[in-house]
């Protein structure tokens, strides 16, 4: 297979994750629409009776219309499918970055459209991972919208052909170092998609309106613990990224740090996650305090993707993370 068509096929497979990720975003529409509609249903009827396992509304309760338990259910199938299509699309994905990474006879690392790639693959990664631990449908929405974004930004923004990798990037320390960085970015992604739901959630809760979409979410406890476990995960991973980062450095410019604006951010990120996860560990900085601060390290996480990458000049300005 040439060259050109090792191409092609990679792009092809990347606008087929896109198509795929699409029909998962308008089936999670759909599941998150009809989230709770069964509950909101029973609210007004304090004594429902139900029959059989699917549920419907026995006549003893004329209040409740006989199409709620086929509106969960739906909702539900829906839910299902939006997940089944996120595996799908996540494999597809994976083809479409061994298939580039094949064509350039290297790791699919080197640059920012290829490690745009592979982050969108990251979040996924995460978010189907966790899904294997407990019923995260609620959570598909906002996530294959996001990793929608990122790949729509790396075809459209980011596009580059594939080229050689400059000298300091031929190391298997480009294996480790950008390999941890992936995880983290993707976790990191995920909790500040949980992040952001919480505080909306618990906005609620404090003003006791929790009704609307809001309600669909699970409660603000649940949200804030998902999201500080999946933190509590990526930040050993991501002080283990730049202490490869510090090393990979030493073997391609002769020393460990240098201060180099990448190495300053990566740091920067590494510090507002330690005091996140030291909030946490302090009573009086648990909630809302804590998510702002997860907040900010995010914020800090994409300065050093986005803005040192784009605007800045640096030793790492070819690079993705």
Not at 44 to 73: F, L, R, W, Y
Not at 99 to 122: C, D, H, K, Q
Not at 265 to 287: D, E, K, P
Request: hydrophobic residues 55%.
């Amino acid at each position: 297979m040439s060259a050109t068509t090792l191409a092609q096929w990679s792009n092809m497979a990347v606008y087929a994750a896109m198509f795929i990720l699409i029909m998962a975003l308008v089936a999670f529409a759909v599941s998150f629409a009809a989230r709770g509609r069964r509950a909101g249903v029973t609210a007004t009827s304090p004594q429902p009776v139900s029959v059989g396992a699917a549920g419907p509304m026995a006549k003893d309760n004329p209040e409740a219309p006989a199409s709620a338990a086929v509106i969960d259910e739906s909702g539900r199938r829906a839910g299902n499918i939006g997940m089944s299509l996120t595996w799908l699309a996540t494999g597809v994905l994976l083809v479409g970055v061994v298939l580039r990474g094949i064509w350039a006879e290297r790791v699919p690392w080197g640059n920012m459209y290829e490690f745009s790639l592979t982050m969108s693959l990251g979040i996924l990664a995460v978010f189907l991972i966790v899904s294997l631990q407990r019923d995260v449908r609620w959570l598909g929405l906002p996530v294959v919208g996001i990793t929608l974004l990122s790949l729509g930004l790396a075809v459209t923004v980011l596009y580059t052909e594939a080229a050689q990798l400059v000298p300091a990037l031929k190391s298997w320390w480009l294996v480790i170092h950008v390999s941890a960085a992936v995880i983290c970015a993707g976790a990191f992604t995920v909790s500040t998609m949980i992040t952001l739901l919480y505080l909306w959630r618990d906005r609620a809760e404090r003003r006791d309106v929790v009704r609307g979409m809001v309600a669909k979410l699970p409660d603000a406890q649940r949200l804030d613990t998902l999201a500080y476990r999946i933190i509590a995960f990526a930040f050993p991973l991501w002080t283990f990224a730049v202490i490869s980062g510090a090393i990979w450095a030493e073997n391609a410019w002769g020393r460990y740090w240098g201060w180099d604006p990448k190495e300053t951010w990566a740091f920067i990120t590494w510090v507002v996650y330690a005091g996140y996860l030291h909030a946490r560990a302090t009573a009086g900085w648990r909630g809302r305090r804590a998510a702002y601060i997860s907040i900010l390290g995010y914020v800090s996480l994409m300065i050093n993707y986005f803005g040192v990458n784009l605007f800045v000049n640096s030793l790492h300005s070819y690079s993705g993370m």
